[in-house]
């Protein structure tokens, strides 16, 4: 793991005798020397300038924000909405109540959209493949409100569904009243950067088989070739998806995601003011997250961070890890300089279950905490005989008494 790890008793408080801290004290040293941890921390300059009205940077494994400007104020989104509507599709899909072969009928509403269109035909059938990338890559909004007539029966009944999606995605700050995005004089949806961040985030990791639908670059349909109004797949290899939006409203909005060195992040900005003007502060901030930050592996699942004393059991001992994996967000080139420290129990009884909360990790850089996790039981301690039982009794009085 490459850095420090101490542990702390956080029952009874007893004080550790010299000799525990002298041994800590020189394989802290130990490690600071073998990993290089005296050498000068690295420069990290403040964060660009982004000419936008909101935007977001964050790591899209961790979740963890990088930088944040406004990210909470509900703006209108534009055809970002589509996100959402396709989000939706694919649960549908996923959830066995849709398929991609599937024909949805197009209905008189939908097709009269105004807007960026598929250009679908009245009363024709069309795919749910074919429709899904009318969305995506088209922008249609034609396109989107055909799939949700389909899925909700009209697109009031679909916008409930989509701002209940937002409330299990934890998006607290967005409101939707149509699938398109596109404004009209009475109404028109709300989202924040924040918010958009999230659901890309469960895009790109719920529906990893579709996302790359985002980084197609035309699309055909009807006989008419149109591109991806994403420019940055054009000219930034590192991007490889998700969507634009514009309205008068809402002026120029991107959600942008890129994948390099093993670290993906996802960028939002929103009212910016032209196209150009939304791809240049998406590189901006796509620029100073891959130069300067780094997605780190901290922890494998079911690792083994120590191995304790359990008195009253069968076993004499107890492996305790972590469950699952844990990745961080944290300056480039910082890894070496990280802190853990496991608080247990001075004193572990049996019997305990596989999987049983022992303690906690806390993980830090600089005084700042970056992670803090359960420590488990990796094993299940049946309890010992009554022997084991009155041995183990026996020592801890003793110690309690002499040590």
């Not at 949700?148 to 967005?174: K, P, R, T």
């Not at 699938?179 to 958009?196: I, V």
């Not at 469950?323 to 853990?340: F, L």
Request: proline share 3%; charged share 20%; glycine share 6%.
């Amino acid at each position: 793991m490459g850095f420090c790890m101490r542990f702390e008793s956080i029952s009874n408080y007893r004080k550790r005798s010299i000799s525990d801290f002298l041994l800590a004290f020189i394989f802290t040293c130990l490690a600071l020397l073998a990993d290089g941890l005296l050498a000068a921390p690295a420069i990290i300059p403040r964060p660009p300038e982004i000419a936008a009205t909101s935007y977001i940077l964050i790591d899209a494994l961790t979740g963890q924000i990088i930088i944040e400007e406004n990210a909470d104020e509900p703006l209108p989104p534009a055809s970002l909405t589509k996100i959402m509507t396709a989000y939706i599709a694919v649960e549908e899909i996923i959830n066995g109540n849709l398929s991609l072969a599937d024909e949805i009928h197009i209905s008189e509403k939908a097709w009269r959209m105004e807007g960026s269109k598929m250009f679908v035909g009245v009363n024709s059938q069309v795919s749910v493949e074919d429709l899904l990338r009318g969305i995506i890559i088209q922008s249609g909004n034609d396109a989107s409100v055909a799939v949700a007539e389909h899925i909700a029966g009209s697109e009031e009944a679909f916008a409930d569904m989509m701002n209940q999606y937002g409330e299990v995605l934890g998006m607290s700050n967005s409101f939707f009243m149509n699938s398109s995005g596109l404004d009209t004089e009475a109404y028109y949806n709300t989202m924040s950067a924040r918010d958009l961040s999230l659901l890309a985030q469960a895009t790109i990791s719920r529906h990893a088989s579709f996302y790359p639908m985002y980084a197609e670059r035309e699309f055909t349909y009807n006989g008419i070739r149109q591109t991806n109004r994403n420019s940055l797949l054009f000219r930034d290899r590192n991007i490889d998806g998700m969507k634009t939006g514009w309205t008068d409203a809402a002026g120029y909005c991107l959600v942008a995601s890129a994948e390099r060195d093993g670290m993906r992040l996802i960028s939002v900005v929103m009212g910016t003011s032209s196209e150009e003007s939304r791809a240049i502060e998406t590189q901006k901030l796509m620029t100073y997250g891959f130069r300067y930050f780094e997605t780190h592996k901290l922890y494998d699942s079911n690792q083994i961070l120590a191995n304790v004393p359990v008195w009253s059991g069968k076993n004499s001992s107890v492996d305790l890890g972590i469950e699952d994996e844990v990745y961080v967000t944290i300056p480039r080139g910082r890894s070496q300089t990280m802190e853990a420290t496991v608080d247990i129990d001075e004193i572990i009884h049996a019997p305990l279950s596989n999987g049983q909360v022992m303690g906690v990790v806390n993980v830090t850089l600089d005084e700042d905490t970056v992670f803090r996790g359960n420590i488990i039981s990796m094993q299940e301690i049946e309890r010992g005989g009554i022997l084991k039982r009155f041995i183990d009794w026996l020592t801890l009085l003793v110690n309690n008494l002499f040590g």
